[in-house]
């Protein structure tokens, strides 16, 4: 926690309160080996879930204080998650608040994991489009896990360095 002082107001001795760390932003989506996170028409069948996966998903949820989606992830979210069977993840993901954004482009995002599924598309809709400038990323190594199917997590941190010069 970090300590906030208080200036003395009206002849009150100044007063340190607690204020708790700003939550971390974590991008985690599921794509392709060539980059996208659906097919042409949408399709999600290609999305390599197993048990370790479930692993991952629960220990993120268990995580999380809030969920980020942009607009039409969101609208995919809302139709699936709250007719899903009751179990950790569905019953985490519809109690979470959630919040619709585009924090991409705001620069405000610190931490992106690629899950990446062992197949190449050859097309569909890209995890990144319309990003106005580029992004350094810094893969974490000790993080980065190979799940037996074959899917890859990379786990990302901005690089630190200016946007544009990465």
Known sequence: MLKAK??????????????PPMSRVVVSNLVSVDGFFEGPNGELDWHVVE???FDYAKALLRS????????????HMATHWPAAPSDEIADRMNALPKIVSSLLRAGLIDEYRMIVNPVILGRGKPQFRDIPERIGLRLTKTKTKTLRSGVIILYYEIDGREAGNG
């Open 64 to 75: 999380a204080g809030s969920l980020l989606f942009g607009r039409r992830t969101y609208e």
């Open 6 to 19: 208080s200036k003395a107001i009206g002849g009150r001795p100044r007063v340190d309160r607690k204020v």
């Open 51 to 53: 048990e370790e996966f």
